[in-house]
Each structure stands twice: as C-alpha cells, then as structure tokens.
C-alpha cells in the first residue's frame, strides 16, 4: 500500500507523456483490490492460510498496475515506473514465501481486527489520499515537493497510530516494511526534502501548512471521488 506514495513521486517528477489503456476507475480498482487499509471488505488475515489468500490478491493487484505501466509508460520513465513497482513485488514475494514472514505478519495485523484500534489507522490512509488529491491540484512546481513532504507525514500518522493501537513491537515491525519497501526510493526521489526538517525548512510554508492540516486533523475524513491513490496518479500524469 505505500508504494503508491512513491510512485505517485516518480510520475509526478518525471512523466510526460499520458496514460491510455486502464480507465481510471480499473486502476483503482487494481489497488484496491488488495490494499487491506482502504478496502474493509478484505478479511483481516488469521492464520497462514488467510495470509497466502491476501498474498495472492496482492500478487494480482499489482501485477495488474505493473502490466498497465509496461505497456502504457514510455521511454525513461517506463524503467523507473516498472523498477519501483517490481522492486515492491519482490519485496512481496519473498515475504509470502517465507512461512515466518508470514507468520510475522499474521501477528502484527491481529490488532486490526478491533475496528477501534484499526479506525485511526485507517483515517491516516484516507487523509492521505484527500492529501494527495489537494498536492494533485497544486502548481506544478510544488507537486514533487507536496508528495515528498506528504509522505513523510502520512508515515508519522501512521506509525504512531500503530504504535498507539497496536503497541511499539508493531510499529516498529511496520516501519520496516515501509523502510524496505520504498526506502531506497524514497532517498532517491526526496532526496532534497527527505525528512520533515527539511520539509519545514525548505518547502513552501504555507502549502505544507495546508497539508499537514490535512493529514493532522483528528477527524475522520475521506475522498468522495477515490478509493486509492492511482487515479490521483493518473490526472497527475496526464497534467505533466
């Protein structure tokens, strides 16, 4: 779920050409398909068996996107497109393989069966996307800055909500996983803005003030018009 994030980065950075094969709404469906934050209609996994189910649901999700960017991305920005997306799905991949990775997981998600526990986590995911909707519509010159600074505070959100309903050997699991997964990417793409300091200091005070509002706010909140974040992907490609 937070490679799209980082995505959202690459093709805001470097895109320039549109995107014409999947409608925007099968793109959404694509993610949503699997994302188990957004998407409450996904079972909860229990047990190994339950793990391997959402494995496979994953493994077609962004199989799905990674085949649209194979085949509608162009040049340059293809590589970098398909790079991160088949970097998360080995990163997946090697996860689902192991039995105690598995198991791994399977521990730490229990806590989301408690929707009280599960809701401000949730609401950190949906913030995140009217977040992300806000940085779509922003100049162009911001939007690069807004999704790296976006980020960095959806992390936070997020890390501390689980900290707070699941305990600190769960948020420190998750971080990892974010860390593994989009790290390196996110060196890569924020390397300027990589952390919240920099953001304070060096990125335009009143939109990141807007937006960490946003993401900031205790109250619930969530986009009328998208389930995830490929069809802020989307407009923002075919805007570049």
Known sequence: ??????????????????WSCRTIEELDECAYSFDILTNTG????????????????????LKCLSDDAK????????AVLVKVITDLANGINQRCADSGERAEFAKHVQCFHD?????????CVNRHIVMMERVSNLDKPLRLGGACC????????????????????????????????IGQNMELMCKDLSDTD???????????????TIMESSEPIQSNQYKTLIPIIVKMLREA
């Open 1 to 18: 779920m937070k490679f799209l994030t980082i995505v959202a980065i690459v093709i805001s950075a470097l895109i320039q050409n549109g």
């Open 42 to 61: 996904i079972p909860i996994p229990k047990n190994d068996q339950e793990v391997q189910d959402l494995c496979d649901k994953t493994q077609s999700g």
């Open 71 to 78: 085949e509608c991305a162009k040049g340059s920005v293809k």
């Open 115 to 123: 929707e009280s526990k599960a809701a401000p986590i949730r609401n």
């Open 150 to 181: 976006g980020s960095h505070y959806y992390r936070k959100c997020l890390i501390d909500s689980i900290q707070q309903s699941c305990g600190g050997d769960s948020a420190d699991y998750f971080n990892e996983v974010i860390d593994a997964a």
């Open 198 to 212: 920099k953001c304070e200091a060096k990125y335009d005070s009143t939109t990141l003030t807007e937006l960490k």
